[in-house]
């Protein structure tokens, strides 16, 4: 019997500000508290990450540091660690292959790409198994979106894209599932001169659904 390819994009949104308050434990703001944390762009000083409480008073990835502290008074900003945040999603990838499937990566700069053909019954079908995902990551302070599809592609721009926490897209039906996605979730690469920035909302509905 051939086994049709299968393959789960996870997608983590706000990764890096998720990886810091882990890291801190106890010490780690309330996630009441406005978090960003602030890199270089050139000679500037940006937001890189901004938690959910963040982006709930307006504040984007890119955004001057020092907009963001004036727009709010107890925001809570951090320096970033890109080489914190990668090593720490190696590490994932590491234990979503001993858990879920023997073939799992990191997908820089969120998330993974597991590799789950054959693989789903023995962890109840693929519903079950994306909605165990999504719990176990947000138990532990992950938020997490998730895909499964026949190829990279079509999961990566379906956790990214569509609302919902866990979505499956059915065999051969990839194409359908992306035809009216925004033309960013292609990967494609961007003209030259050419800016954008994104965001990501990390409350939506837990419920796993089913396109067609």
């Not at 073939?103 to 198994?129: F, N, Q, R, Y």
């Amino acid at each position: 019997m051939r086994v049709m390819p299968r393959v789960v994009s996870l997608f983590l949104p706000t990764w890096p500000t998720d990886r810091v308050r882990r890291t801190l434990a106890a010490a780690a703001p309330s996630r009441d508290v406005p978090l960003v944390l602030v890199g270089h762009d050139g000679r500037r000083r940006v937001v890189t990450a901004a938690d959910v409480a963040a982006r709930r008073v307006g504040l984007r990835v890119g955004m001057p540091a020092t907009k963001a502290q004036a727009l709010v008074a107890d925001l809570v900003m951090m320096d970033a660690e890109p080489l914190a945040d990668a090593e720490a999603l190696e590490r994932l990838a590491i234990w979503a292959l001993q858990r879920y499937a023997p073939i799992a990566a990191a997908d820089p700069p969120d998330g993974l790409v597991i590799d789950t053909s054959g693989a789903d019954h023995l962890h109840g079908g693929e519903e079950t198994m994306l909605a165990g995902m999504v719990q176990r990551f947000s138990s532990v302070g992950i938020a997490a979106r998730v895909a499964v599809a026949d190829c990279w592609g079509a999961a990566h721009a379906t956790a990214r894209h569509r609302p919902g926490d866990a979505t499956i897209v059915p065999c051969a039906h990839g194409g359908e599932v992306i035809f009216d996605l925004p033309i960013g979730a292609l990967r494609l690469p961007a003209p030259s001169g050419y800016r954008s920035s994104t965001s990501s909302s990390s409350s939506r509905s837990s419920n796993t659904r089913r396109t067609s």
